[in-house]
C-alpha cells in the first residue's frame, strides 16, 4: 500500500521496536510467544513515547472477549482474522489520520507551553523592572523632598539633622500607635515638609536675632499657610501627607494654636504626631539664641503639654518610647555647619542684624571659601 513497515517476530521485540522507531500505528497479533499482544499494547499505552501511536488488535472472528480485554488494555481498533485487504487500508488510513492529528495536537501543546514559558518569564522581567523603576521614582522623590526640605531648613538651621531626627521621631509614634505601615511610612516622609513654608518668610522676620513684635509675629505664622500651598495639589500619597503636617504643625490640642485653632481630634493625627516629634527636636538642639535644653527638662516640657499642648495619647506614646527617641538622637547628631553657612552666621552676629544674600555674596570672607 506505499507504506513503511517494520516487523517483529513476538512481542519483546514488537515492543523495542515500537520504542526505538515510533511507528505511526501499530498493528498487533493477540497470541504471541512470550508476551501477548493484550501485554504489549498495556506497555505501550502506559509509556508517555508511545501512548499515543494508534495500536490495532487483530482477532479471531467472534472472539468478543479478546475484544473487551484489548479495549481494557488500551486498543484502538480491531481488525477481524483473515484480513481483508480493503478494510485493512481504510482502517489505517482513518488511524493514520487520527495518528497525525494527535501529532499536530502534541506539537502545538508543547509550543504553547513554550511560549507560556517565554512569555511568563518576559512578563517577570518586566514587572521586576516595573516595581525596580517605582523603587528609583520612590527614592528619587523622597530625595528631592528631602532637598527641598533642608533649602527651607538652611536659612534657619545649619544641618539637616533636625528633619531627619524629627521625621524618625514621628515615625516612631506612628507605628507605636498602631497605624498601618503605608501610614507610618507617609508620616516619616511628610514629617521633613512641616516648616517647608519658613522658605516663604522674609529674611529680616525669620534671621531676626531678638524677638518678633506682634505684626512680625503675624507673618512668621503664615510659614504653615505658606507651606500648605507649596505642596497643595500633589497626586503623592506622602506629599499629601506633608501639606496636612504643613498646615497644621502648630495647631494645640486645647484649640489655643494656629493657623486655624483646630481642638483635639479636628487636628489630623499626622499634624499632632510631628507637633511632639518637632517641639522635642527643638527643645534638645542648640539654637543660635539659646542652648539645648537637658533631655529631662524636654521630656517634662511634653509631659507638662499633654492635653494642653499635645494630644495626650500621642504624647503619652512618645514618653513611652523614650529609649528608641534617645538612641535616633544619639545616631543623629548635628554635624556643625558648614563653612558657607558659618560665614553667614558670623556675618549675622558681627552685625547684630538679618544678612540678605546680596551682603554675603559680596562678602570678602566668602573668597575665603574658594
Ligand atoms: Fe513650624
Ligand atoms: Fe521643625
Redesign the pocket.
Known amino acids: 500500500m506505499g507504506y513503511e513497515t517494520l516487523e517483529a517476530q513476538d512481542g519483546k521485540e514488537g515492543l523495542r521496536l515500537a520504542q526505538e522507531r515510533l511507528p505511526d500505528v501499530i498493528l498487533l497479533d493477540v497470541m504471541m510467544p512470550g508476551l501477548t499482544g493484550l501485554e504489549v499494547c498495556q506497555k505501550l499505552k502506559a509509556d508517555p513515547r508511545t501512548q499515543d501511536i494508534p495500536v490495532v488488535i487483530v482477532t479471531a472472528l467472534g472472539d468478543v472477549e479478546d475484544r473487551v480485554r484489548a479495549l481494557e488494555a488500551g486498543a484502538d481498533d480491531f481488525l477481524t482474522k483473515p484480513v481483508a485487504l480493503p478494510e485493512l487500508r481504510a482502517r489505517l488510513q482513518s488511524l493514520l489520520e487520527v495518528k497525525a492529528h494527535r501529532d499536530h495536537l502534541k506539537r502545538h501543546q508543547e509550543w504553547l507551553e513554550r511560549e507560556v514559558r517565554k512569555k511568563t518569564k518576559e512578563l517577570r522581567k518586566a514587572l521586576e523592572d516595573l516595581s525596580e523603576a517605582h523603587r528609583k521614582i520612590k527614592l528619587l522623590s523622597l530625595e528631592v523632598i528631602f532637598r527641598l526640605s533642608r533649602a527651607a531648613e538652611y536659612r534657619d538651621e545649619h544641618t539637616g539633622a533636625h528633619i531627619q531626627r524629627m521625621a524618625r521621631y514621628s515615625e516612631v509614634i506612628a507605628r507605636r500607635l498602631g497605624l498601618n505601615e503605608e501610614a507610618v511610612e507617609s508620616i516619616l516622609y511628610a514629617a521633613p515638609l512641616?516648616?517647608i513654608g519658613k522658605i516663604g518668610i522674609p529674611d529680616e522676620i525669620l534671621l531676626k536675632p531678638g524677638p518678633l513684635n506682634e505684626q512680625e509675629w503675624e507673618i512668621m505664622k503664615k510659614?504653615?499657610e505658606i507651606g500648605a500651598e507649596i505642596l497643595h495639589g500633589t497626586p503623592s500619597g506622602f506629599v499629601r501627607v506633608g501639606e496636612t503636617v504643613a498646615l497644621y504643625?502648630?495647631e494645640r490640642w486645647d484649640g489655643t494654636g494656629y493657623p486655624r485653632g483646630l481642638r483635639g481630634n479636628q487636628i489630623p493625627l499626622a499634624a499632632r504626631i510631628v507637633a511632639v516629634a518637632d517641639v522635642f527636636d527643638a527643645l534638645t538642639s542648640d539654637r543660635p539664641y539659646r542652648k539645648a535644653l537637658s533631655l529631662k527638662e524636654a521630656f517634662q516640657i511634653i509631659e507638662e503639654g499633654t492635653g494642653s499642648h499635645f494630644d495626650p495619647r500621642v504624647a503619652r506614646t512618645f514618653l513611652e518610647a523614650k529609649e528608641e527617641i534617645l538612641a535616633i538622637k544619639e545616631a543623629l547628631p548635628d554635624t556643625g555647619s558648614s563653612k558657607l553657612y558659618q560665614l553667614i552666621r558670623s556675618l549675622r552676629s558681627e552685625e547684630g542684624r538679618p544678612v540678605s544674600v546680596a551682603a554675603w555674596i559680596k562678602s570678602e570672607k566668602l573668597k575665603t571659601l574658594t
Do not use: F, G, L
Open positions: 512641616h516648616d510659614h504653615t504643625h502648630h
